[in-house]
């Protein structure tokens, strides 16, 4: 069975170089979908589950082919 094909992921946003997402310089993945609109909120936009593009697996090509170009990350970071 494909999960992805019964609540695909959709992907808000990727920031490759991000130093406010953990220890070092990261790529972090921002992942659609929230439930707890919290005041305040930022990017209320990416509430909606289908915000974004969807994950697939040229797109996870696609950031890993980004990643590579940057040997100097020290990880990565999945934020939604």
Same mark, same amino acid.
């Given at each position: 069975?494909?999960?992805?094909?019964?609540?695909?992921?959709? +992907?808000?946003?990727?920031?490759?170089?991000?130093?406010?997402?953990?220890?070092?310089?990261?790529?972090?993945?921002? +992942?659609?979908?929230?439930?707890?609109?919290?005041?305040?909120?930022?990017?209320?936009?990416?509430?909606?589950?289908?915000?974004?593009?969807?994950?697939?697996?040229?797109?996870?090509?696609?950031?890993?082919?980004? +990643?590579?170009?940057?040997?100097?990350?020290?990880?990565?970071? +999945?934020?939604?």
């Amino acid at each position: 069975m494909d999960l992805c094909k019964l609540n695909p992921l959709y +992907i808000a946003g990727v920031n490759y170089e991000s130093f406010s997402d953990g220890e070092g310089c990261r790529c972090t993945i921002f +992942i659609s979908g929230c439930l707890h609109e919290c005041k305040g909120c930022h990017n209320k936009d990416a509430w909606n589950f289908e915000y974004g593009i969807p994950a697939t697996p040229s797109l996870a090509d696609e950031i890993n082919k980004e +990643i590579a170009k940057r040997p100097f990350l020290s990880g990565l970071t +999945i934020s939604g």
